[in-house]
């Protein structure tokens, strides 16, 4: 699974405010030894590349620097493979512009 | 707890709910609006075209103290290939108005200004509060809502859910389903900053005169989408937008393709030597007038993006948001001044009133469009946009070629790509669905 790296999404997430809320992340992925395929897409179709493989080859979420889109959501929730809720009131991103 | 009685809550302050907490506190209605943003406006996202109408019917004299960007004078639609793109711009002296139709705005920055407007008119708004879940009494009748701040519920004899496309809450209780991948479009969108002057040199424009650009074809790859790029005062915002399941089903990823369209011969030089100050990403309800789900029960309404009330043909979102937050308010308003209880019968009346709108006449009238485009994608945003270029090359390159063979050949490339019945298929489904 090759996830596109020609463009830096660290550098676009960089100019945004986010306020994180250590130790409680919204969006959880179940635990799993081999990832079905809607996992398998959020690799890819996050806008905030959230998702990543670890080194057993299974999906994990690092929540820091999501947008709140719901995408993942849409793809994973009903399948079980996520839980997926909005942050505390306050936390998470916050557009300047939007 | 909040020990108090609301006559309504509103969750959100985005478009809709605003509408509707203005109109319902302008009317002496208690209500309480809760948003999970650190101020209203920080977690939403637009391109943005502003419809002056639709916000003229709840502050008359918005154009005092809104902070809009540019009024529009001109129009484009793009179609767009890999190298070039043939356009349509419309432009007009006449949209130099005093009250002009549509301007472009920073949404973080309108909804702000709009929540202030609720609040002057008397509601109570409480953000940075994550509404977690609808309170319902033993027969499933919503009775009010509970949050993240204190525990315990607040009560209510209504909640209006405005709660946005992911509708989370709504979904929870199983007043509705969730968002599916062909229903929803992702877009991303960079606010690229530049000098003023500079922003109207490369569009043409003289003071507060605004453009936008809409633009569909291969910048999407063969999936269902369209970019687009607005002018503001100092900066444009640029973004790309396409169905989930074409994400899903295609492993692109959303920021290459926003790179490709940034990069593309007809855009790079407007945003040239440009600083993005931000990105963002949101989701677009897509499925149109069959994906609308039940608006109303007991002691609930829903609006706006959560009631999938979006035009993508017209690209109109906001204006149907502040609309039916409105009337489903004077619908509420109505059915406590007769002293009716809100319960699903009573609360008929917002459907009804939402029907004689524009707002279900306009979703009415495109709702096989969503399923056309859906299911033609590649013709539509692949193939077509590359025959029509090429069409537009062979007619104005100037080589010796005999106009009569010139059209030929064009006429063959276009029936040698979608073969006759296609092309007429196309066409009459294209003009069935637009009707
Ligand atoms: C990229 C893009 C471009 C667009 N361009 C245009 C355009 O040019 N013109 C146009 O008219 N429309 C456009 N739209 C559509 C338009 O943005 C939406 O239709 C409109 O914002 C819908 O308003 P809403 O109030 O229903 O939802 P939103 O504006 O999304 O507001 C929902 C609010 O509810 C809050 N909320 C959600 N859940 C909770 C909870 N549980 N507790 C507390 N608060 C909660 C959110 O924080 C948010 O403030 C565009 C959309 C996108 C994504
Ligand atoms: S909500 Fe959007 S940004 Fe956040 S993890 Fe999911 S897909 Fe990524």
């Keep these: ?98 | 707890m909040i020990e108090e009685r609301f006559d309504a809550i509103v969750v959100g302050a985005g478009m809709a709910g605003n509408a509707a907490a203005l109109t319902m506190a302008k009317k002496g209605m208690k209500v309480l609006q809760l948003e999970r943003g650190e101020y209203a406006g920080s977690k939403n996202v637009q391109g943005a075209i502003l419809y002056a109408d639709m916000l003229e019917k709840l502050i008359p004299e918005f154009r005092e103290d809104a902070p809009l960007e540019r009024h529009l004078v001109e129009q484009r639609f793009w179609i767009m290939d890999n190298r070039s793109h043939v356009g349509l711009h419309y432009r007009s002296e006449d949209f130099n108005e005093e009250r002009a139709n549509r301007y472009t705005i920073i949404r973080a920055q309108f909804d702000r200004w709009f929540s202030s407007k609720v609040r002057e008119a008397g509601a109570t708004v409480l953000c940075e509060t994550t509404v977690t879940d609808l309170a319902q009494d033993a027969y499933g009748r919503v009775i009010g809502v509970r949050t993240d701040r204190q525990d315990g519920e607040i009560h209510a004899d209504v909640v209006v859910l405005a709660e946005g496309v992911s509708g989370l809450l709504g979904t929870r209780a199983r007043l509705r389903e969730r968002p599916k991948p062909n229903k929803v479009a992702l877009a991303v969108k960079e606010m690229h900053f530049l000098p003023r002057e500079t922003i109207e040199a490369r569009f043409n424009l003289n003071g507060d005169e605004g453009v936008v650009i809409e633009a569909a074809g291969t910048i999407s790859g063969g999936m269902t989408g369209m970019g687009f790029i607005y002018a503001n005062k100092e900066c444009i915002s640029l973004g790309i937008g396409c169905l989930v399941a074409d994400f899903q089903r295609t492993g692109r990823t959303p920021y290459e393709l926003l790179d490709r369209f940034k990069r593309h011969p007809s855009v790079a030089p407007l945003i040239e030597g440009s600083e993005v100050k931000e990105y963002a990403a949101h989701l677009i309800p897509e499925g149109g007038y069959k994906a609308i789900p039940q608006l109303y029960g007991d002691g609930w309404v829903v609006v706006g993006d959560a009631a999938q009330l979006n035009n993508a043909i017209h690209r109109e979102g906001s204006n149907l948001a502040m609309t039916s937050g409105r009337i489903a308010a004077e619908a509420i308003f109505q059915a406590k001044s007769r002293r009716l209880a809100m319960t699903k019968e009573n609360l008929a009346l917002y459907k009804r009133m939402l029907d004689r709108s524009f707002v279900l006449k306009d979703m009415k009238k495109y709702k096989d469009m969503p399923r056309l485009m859906h299911t033609n994608s590649q013709n539509f945003f692949l193939t077509y946009p590359q025959l029509i270029s090429k069409a537009m090359q062979t007619y104005l390159r100037v080589d010796g070629t005999p106009k009569t063979e010139k059209q030929k050949s064009t006429l063959k490339s276009f029936v040698n790509a979608r073969s006759w019945i296609g092309l007429f298929g196309d066409a009459f489904r294209f003009a069935r669905a637009w009707r």
């Excluded at chain 1, 660290?10 to 081999?34: M, Q, S, W």
């Excluded at chain 1, 690799?43 to 719901?70: F, H, I, S, W």
């Design chain 1, 1 to 98: 699974m090759k996830v596109e790296r020609s463009v830096r999404v660290e550098d676009k997430l960089f100019c945004n405010r986010y306020l994180v809320d250590a130790g409680r992340p919204h969006i959880k992925v179940r635990a799993h030894t081999k990832p079905s395929p809607q996992l398998l897409a959020l690799l890819k179709a996050c806008p905030a590349r959230c998702y990543d493989l670890n080194d057993k080859e299974q999906v994990e979420v690092t929540v820091d620097g999501c947008m709140e889109c719901g995408t993942c959501r849409v793809i994973g929730e009903p399948t079980g493979d996520i839980e997926w809720g909005y942050p505390r009131g306050g936390y998470g991103v916050l557009f300047k512009f939007g």
